[in-house]
């Protein structure tokens, strides 16, 4: 029964984390549009100005990370230690998917497993119902692991490359305000 309940909470969460994903998903989408212009159009002479014409309501940790490495611009170990901290948050980020993707079927392995015992006694017992109640808990929670791995891979994947771009424009605006 606790890995059953462990089990059911880890899809909770992957379904937390699905919904959240694609409310995520169409705001970094048109943050990566306003940023890619003003990127393409921004030389060194004039980056922090295209910058800070950025909308300054819009809560992103990029654009977080943006305007703190436009107010610290000439502090250089500071911008470097803020590229870093970003990487450290977005690999505490990437955890969390990383979590749902490895004990997601482990779960789901183990309630698979501790039912198939008294199933298999009631196989033997000859008591059919007892034995069909067992399939179907190991069955259920089977699907449940990969599901909650699905949905943990399917998230990981996409944000690795979202902080991925992300970094490398941010590590752009570090490279045009310390040329």
């Given at each position: 029964m606790p890995v059953v309940i462990l089990l059911l909470?880890?899809?909770?969460?992957a379904i937390l984390t699905i919904?959240?994903?694609?409310?995520?998903?169409w705001r970094r989408i048109k943050q990566?549009?306003?940023?890619?212009?003003i990127l393409e159009e921004a030389t060194s002479c004039d980056v922090v100005?295209?910058?800070?014409?950025?909308?300054?309501?819009?809560k992103s940790p990029m654009l977080t990370c943006i305007r703190t490495m436009l107010e610290h611009k000439d502090?250089?170990?500071?911008?470097?230690?803020?590229?870093?901290?970003?990487?450290?948050?977005?690999?505490?980020?990437?955890?969390q998917c990383r979590s749902l993707l490895k004990l997601g079927p482990m779960l789901g392995l183990m309630g698979t497993l501790i039912p198939m015992g008294p199933a298999l006694v009631g196989l033997a017992a000859g008591d059919i119902t007892?034995?069909?109640?067992?399939?179907?808990?190991?069955?259920?929670?089977t699907v449940v692991g990969i599901m909650t791995a699905v949905i943990g891979i399917i998230t990981l994947q996409v944000k690795q490359r979202w902080y991925a771009h992300e970094l490398n424009d941010l590590e752009y605006i570090f490279k045009l305000l310390h040329p």
């Open positions: 909470l880890f899809f909770l969460k919904v959240g994903f694609f409310g995520e998903y990566q549009q306003a940023v890619g212009r100005e295209q910058l800070q014409s950025m909308p300054a309501k819009v502090n250089k170990a500071y911008c470097e230690r803020l590229l870093a901290n970003y990487e450290v948050d977005a690999e505490k980020e990437l955890g007892s034995m069909a109640y067992n399939m179907q808990v190991a069955f259920a929670t």
